[in-house]
């Protein structure tokens, strides 16, 4: 399992790398960088003044090799809009968005594991055409108009619920949810499907042929092999909502990465967007490899495998 | 020697967007304690299905068991396999008849450790606690001739060879010492050398622990060492019926005969070419009125095409469904 | 095996007579089977007539302006009028006539999005499965990076690099959707390359072309559809979003996400803003994940079995 787990964090490392690369030319598509960060206006005198600040002027080869080695120690430049440097605004934005996450991928699992478990276990029964048409609803419905429609409802006219910023402790719910959704329609659909695919294998029809108790049968014997794979989606799915939040954030004015990010934009203060997008990455890739070492422990075939 | 299982007319078919698949149209054979029995037919013949159809282990949303009964004598008394409660289907399953599937590779759960995979019917149906249970494993994995069983018990299905796998489920059905045994295929994904091995593995469980064995293959060869009689299937029907000598020495149905035909022998004399039978086996989506073999079969006559043979008496239990007498080469006289 | 010289295979006997109206009765139980696979085609091709049929239904030019009309509530409220069925937005526009032309934007984006994406994914996706080693190690890396990598996140970037334009949408879209395609180009070729089926064609001297074409090809037919359609649905999703921030087409355009850009501002005094346009991505949606639902249900398995 070591070399699983070796060989899993080198490819994460090059997979870094292809990140970073990709960051330094996204900003060089069109050309000249600094076209992009300075407003149309701005005389030759500041566009030389500007291109030397930011070392453009130097030879590609040069800007990519300082681009990273100092990208490796943290140093992604200044903010164009804050004047400070970039990473640690980054830094203190995320304590926000792993909040909105975390519990959006929690109210997406309560509601789409069992029901995908109904699903998988029942299927065609009435429990499961609820489940899928949620599903479906989930995954149909453009999360930021939902949000829209939310506020609106829950925030505006009923009162419920904040409509906005991370003030108090039910801050979190609506953009939480709205996050959650298609995430739980995902993980409904995968529990689903998994349930049924185990179901129908071979080693369940051995097990019947024990005579053992329905329930030993699911308990033991299906639904083991449902967690594992399902582990994985989850992991992913929650790398998902910290890297896809930007449309909840903007909306419901929440402080964290995703709300920087457009903002960002909004100022074209590209190295921040640069610093977001490299360090979003970071995270996602993280998760990713957290989600593979969980996946290694619990499958022995893995564990113990060579 | 007492019955130990009968089964009448079972008729087991298969609702699929094809159509409806007749998959065992009537099959009836009773089998005695302790007997070996070999069911000997191709692929699609019906013969895993009606098995199966015995334990209630076909796949219910395609699949329905539509008629006959399956009368067995246990030692809970005597019930109807197929119209009992699932509860109690549960008794008899693992418990009084076990059974061995014919891919070791995908038929035992991959994340679970082979003795647990054992020790838990052990616990199921003889109540013993679970440290008991675990030493009867290890015990049993070495009767089924696994090294070192103490350390094997712990081990993952992944670190065992085919046949050693094929072992462990022989284990798992043995296990409760059942009356009754139901082998699918065992051998069939196993190398040759290892066959022979397995099917001495299960004449020695048999004479020690009395089982009944019931035998399915495709391999006449397999069958000769082990079976004292064979079922012949053909389109989801039995059509022969013999004690195994009987069979090899007299085959009376056309079928049978082309099996044994293309069998190759290693002591003939002559120099003989394989004979294939021509055609290809029916096709189970239309229901037959007639002899499912009439078409491949070169002695067929008007009446194959009619009626459907019941079976008939050759000689001492030996039976076939077939119009024809082959002995005499006329037509059989009722 | 010792039987093994005569052992047919039980199903050989059903690739018999299956003329033209087994197939159409056969592709009539499948639908009926799953009836929601229909409603799905039938919600996706409304929004197709919508789009190509546009100027026809449209009451007014979704780009004119009528200041003094700004902002009428929909025709069943309180001081709405049937000619603007669906009430005007800021500037007077007919939102009727907005979100039957947004469809238009949003099929556009999504179809060439996927045309390209399909097309780029599976020459680079048979590359690498086809000649396999080192070609297909150096073509797989950069492609299973765009995969891990937060899609979002990227898209929104370099679309604020890009600028505002139609093409810019589909490029983009194109391009950064092209390795799933690829990628599952690539496993079925390498599937299909490893079969014995194919390595007796190729025992049985078939040529280069006709492997490709008799069953390479059959075989990609079905997933690639299926992921076709989810794309497509994905892509429709994307360009809105990338428009409610102000990142898709110009600003006039009616496009589905801009009005939702739009509309957000007038949220609580004139929710119909939002609501029209949000509904249609969500209808369009609907119908295109419920087909793509059914398509792989009836493709895949179909399709490997019959040409195993």
Redesign the interface.
């Known amino acids: 399992m070591l070399r699983y787990f070796v060989s899993k964090l080198m490819l994460s490392i090059?997979?870094l790398i292809?990140?970073l690369t990709?960051?330094f030319f996204?900003?060089r598509?069109?050309g000249d960088p600094v076209s992009?960060m300075l407003p149309r206006e701005a005389s030759p005198a500041q566009i030389a003044t500007f291109r030397e600040a930011m070392g453009f002027n130097r030879p590609l080869g040069v800007q990519f090799w300082d681009f990273l080695t100092r990208a490796t120690v943290g140093d992604f430049g200044n903010s164009l809009h804050y004047d400070s440097p970039a990473l640690p605004l980054v830094l203190g934005r995320l304590p926000a968005t792993v909040e909105l996450a975390a519990v959006g991928l929690l109210m997406a699992v309560i509601v789409g594991i069992p029901l995908g478990l109904a699903g998988g276990l029942n299927p065609g029964s009435v429990l499961d055409s609820i489940g899928r048409f949620l599903g479906?609803?989930g995954?149909?419905?453009?999360n930021?108009?939902?949000a829209?429609?939310l506020?609106?409802v829950f925030a505006?006219q009923l009162r419920w619920f904040p409509a906005f910023g991370r003030d108090e402790p039910k801050s979190v719910i609506l953009p939480a949810f709205v996050l959650g959704l298609a995430v739980s329609s995902q993980i409904l659909r995968m529990t689903r499907s998994t349930v049924l695919e185990v179901r129908g294998e071979d080693y369940i029809r051995t097990a019947r042929s024990k005579g053992l108790h329905p329930r030993t049968i699911y308990l033991k014997h299906v639904l083991r092999n449902v967690a594992i794979p399902l582990v994985s989606v989850i992991g992913v799915q929650f790398?998902?909502m910290?890297?896809?939040s930007?449309?909840i954030e903007?909306?419901y004015a929440w402080p964290g990465m995703g709300q920087l990010?457009?903002q960002a934009?909004g100022w074209r203060d590209?190295p921040l967007?640069q610093a977001?997008?490299v360090f979003?990455?970071v995270v996602?890739?993280a998760l990713?490899l957290v989600t593979d070492l969980a996946y290694a422990l619990l499958d022995p075939r893995i564990r113990y495998g060579k | 020697m007492s019955l130990i299982l009968e089964v009448r007319d079972l008729i087991t078919k298969f609702y699929t967007?094809?159509g409806v698949v007749n998959a065992v149209n009537g099959v009836s054979f009773s089998l005695e304690e302790g007997e070996t029995l070999a069911i000997v037919g191709?692929?699609?013949?019906g013969k895993s299905v009606s098995m199966m159809s015995l334990l209630g282990l076909i796949p219910s949303p395609p699949g329905r068991i539509e008629g006959g009964q399956a009368l067995f004598h246990g030692a809970q008394g005597t019930q109807d396999l197929l119209k009992i409660s699932t509860k109690e289907l549960n008794e008899v399953r693992g418990g009084q008849i076990g059974f061995v599937f014919q891919d070791p590779q995908t038929s035992l759960n991959p994340i679970l450790k082979i003795g647990d995979q054992i020790s838990e019917t052990i616990v199921r149906h003889l109540g013993m606690s679970q440290s008991q249970a675990r030493n009867r494993t290890v015990e049993l994995l070495g009767e089924v001739g696994i090294p070192d069983p103490q350390m094997r018990y712990s081990n993952y299905p992944f670190e065992f060879s085919g046949g050693m796998r094929q072992r462990v489920m022989i284990a798992i059905a043995v296990a409760c010492n059942p009356q009754l045994v139901i082998a699918d295929e065992p051998t069939t994904a196993l190398d040759v050398t290892i066959q022979a091995q397995v099917v001495n593995l299960f004449k020695r469980l048999r004479d020690k622990l009395g089982l009944a064995i019931i035998w399915i293959t495709?391999?006449?060869?397999?069958v000769a060492g082990l079976a004292e009689r064979v079922l012949v299937y053909y389109g989801g029907r039995v059509v022969e019926c013999a004690q195994v000598d009987d069979l090899y020495e007299y085959p009376a149905h056309p079928y049978t005969v082309?099996?044994l035909n293309?069998?190759?022998r290693l002591d003939s004399r002559e120099s003989r070419r394989?004979v294939?039978?021509e055609g290809?086996?029916?096709?189970?989506?239309t229901p037959l009125r007639h002899c499912p073999f009439a078409w491949r079969c070169t002695h067929a006559f008007k009446r194959c095409w009619q009626e459907i043979p019941p079976l008939y008496p050759v000689e001492a239990s030996h039976m076939t469904a077939c119009f024809y007498n082959l002995e005499k080469g006329v037509v059989r006289d009722e | 095996?010792?039987?093994s010289?005569?052992?047919?295979?039980?199903?050989?006997?059903?690739a018999?007579k299956r003329g033209f109206m087994d197939r159409l009765n056969?592709l009539w139980?499948?639908l009926w089977?799953d009836r929601s696979g229909v409603i799905g085609l039938f919600m996706f091709s409304l929004v197709v007539l919508a789009a190509a049929l546009a100027p026809f239904i449209a009451r007014h030019d979704p780009l004119a302006q009528r200041l003094s009309d700004s902002r009428i509530p929909p025709a069943w409220d309180t001081g709405g009028v049937w000619d603007h069925p669906f009430g005007t937005d800021s500037l007077g526009r007919d939102m009727f006539s907005r979100t039957i032309f947004g469809a238009r934007v949003s099929l556009t984006v999504g179809f060439f999005g996927v045309l390209i994406a399909a097309i780029l994914g599976m020459v680079i996706g048979a590359i690498a499965g086809y000649f396999g080693g080192r070609i297909d190690a150096l073509i797989m890396?950069?492609i299973?990076?765009i995969l891990?990598?937060?899609?979002?996140?990227?898209v929104?970037?370099?679309a604020?690099?890009?600028g505002r334009s139609l093409l810019n949408v589909i490029l983009i879209f194109g391009i950064t959707d092209s390795p799933i395609f690829a990628r599952v180009t690539r496993g079925e070729v390498l599937r299909i390359r490893e079969s014995a089926y194919v390595e007796s064609a190729v025992s049985a001297g078939a040529r280069w072309g006709r492997i490709v074409f008799d069953h390479i090809v059959p075989n990609l037919i079905g997933p690639l559809i299926t992921l076709a359609t989810f794309e497509m649905s994905a892509m429709i999703?994307y360009e809105?979003?990338l428009g409610?921030?102000g990142?898709s087409v110009p600003p006039s355009v009616p496009s589905w996400g801009n009005m939702?850009a739009e509309?957000?501002k007038y949220?609580?005094s004139n929710?119909w803003l939002?609501?029209f346009?949000?509904l249609a991505?969500?209808f369009t949606?609907?119908g295109m994940?419920?087909a793509g639902d059914w398509l792989r249900d009836v493709l895949d398995p179909r399709l490997r079995r019959a040409r195993k």
């Not at chain 1, 995954?139 to 453009?142: A, D, L, T």
């Not at chain 3, 010289?5 to 059903?14: G, N, R, T, V, W």
Request: aromatic content about 10%; proline content about 7%.
């Open positions: 090059l997979l292809g990140v990709l960051a996204m900003l598509v069109t992009l479906l609803l995954q149909s419905i453009p930021f108009w939902l829209l429609i506020i609106l505006v790398g998902y910290l890297g896809g930007i449309y903007t909306i990010l457009q934009i590209f967007v977001l997008a979003t990455s996602v890739l990713n | 967007l094809d191709e692929s699609g013949s495709h391999d006449l060869g397999v082309g099996l293309a069998l190759p394989l294939s039978i290809t086996p029916p096709d189970l989506l | 095996m010792a039987s010289a005569f052992i047919p295979k039980a199903d050989s006997q059903l018999v056969y139980r499948l089977r890396g950069p299973n990076l891990s990598m937060p899609y979002l996140l990227f929104v970037f370099i604020a690099i890009l999703f809105a979003g409610f921030l990142l939702l509309g957000r949220l609580s929710p939002t609501t346009p949000g991505i969500m949606s609907m994940n419920l």
